[in-house]
């Protein structure tokens, strides 16, 4: 899907990594990682982050490749345009923010489970009140799974929905 194969971990994956590499964990099975959970503890400080340091550096990197973009480059192109937006209500019940990614020959094996009690018991002991995350509106098993879990639906419209946990 993508020609400029690390522009996808660029955006979602790395900046943690970076910024927030107490909350990354990595699920390896044998030798191999097969998924992921990351997030952050502060959304606000994290999207300043994004905003200010984060973004630049990718408009920097990529901005010579625009022209070649294919539709999935272009959406994520787009993206790292515009400030990392923050709904204030959502935030101020659930500061903290999340995402999960499983290959699919692990999903369905309580891995995402184990991975999400991982990350929600880091983020408690770091202090945290709630978490919120956002998905897709045709990502209709990522919305079973996160409600399985004790998420509850907090807003939706036509393309996505944002998800909460009550972390204390």
Known sequence: MYQHKE??????????LKYESDLAFVLVKGEEPVGYVIGALDTNVFADLM??????????KYAPFVSSF?????????LIQEPFSLDPQVLERYPSHLH??????????????????VLLEALRSAGSRGVHLGIS?????????????????LSEDDTGLVYGLDLT
Not at 100 to 117: N, T
């Open 7 to 16: 522009m996808l971990g660029d955006i979602y994956l790395h900046p943690y």
């Open 51 to 60: 905003n200010s340091q984060w973004f630049p550096g990718l408009r920097d």
């Open 70 to 78: 294919n539709e999935h480059e272009a959406e994520l192109w787009e």
């Open 100 to 117: 999960i990614d499983l290959l699919p020959s692990v999903q369905g094996s309580g891995y995402g489970r184990f991975m999400m009690a």
């Open 137 to 153: 509106r045709s990502n209709v098993g990522a919305g079973r799974f996160y409600e399985k879990v004790g998420f509850q639906v």
